[in-house]
Nanobody, 112 residues
Framework: QVQLVESGGGLVQPGGSLRLSCAAS????????MGWYRQAPGKQRELVAD???????RYADSVKGRFTISRDNAKKTVSLQMNNLKPEDTAVYCC??????WGRGTQVTVSS
């Protein structure tokens, strides 16, 4: 099972940007599915964005036009560029690979 470590979270003001990165312990070339999820306090975990090896990308409606997911197989990373952040984006963001590998997450807090 691949190990995943997220980084790049932090505190940012509304309208600001952050770039999250998910580093995998093994080659991800053969992993068809990778995605970013988030869980806010008191809420269920939700899909933010995912990318399938063939190039299909999906975004939650709430982040379309603001977030961009990308994967770099050579660097074994999946990134999430987040622009125009809103307070409602505050959550723990986790990376998922395949069907069952999860990272521990990184906290994103959007507040003035």
């Amino acid at each position: 099972q691949v190990q995943l470590v997220e980084s790049g979270g932090g505190l940012v003001q509304p309208g600001g940007s952050l770039r999250l990165s998910c580093a995998a312990s093994t080659n991800i070339f053969s992993i068809l599915y990778m995605g970013w999820y988030r869980q806010a306090p008191g809420k269920q975990r939700e899909l933010v964005a995912d990318i399938i090896s063939g190039g299909t990308i999906r975004y939650a409606d709430s982040v379309k036009g603001r977030f961009t997911i990308s994967r770099d197989n050579a660097k074994k990373t999946v990134s999430l560029q987040m622009n125009n952040l809103k307070p409602e984006d505050t959550a723990v963001y986790c990376c998922k690979a395949g069907t069952a590998s999860w990272g521990r997450g990184t906290q994103v807090t959007v507040s003035s």
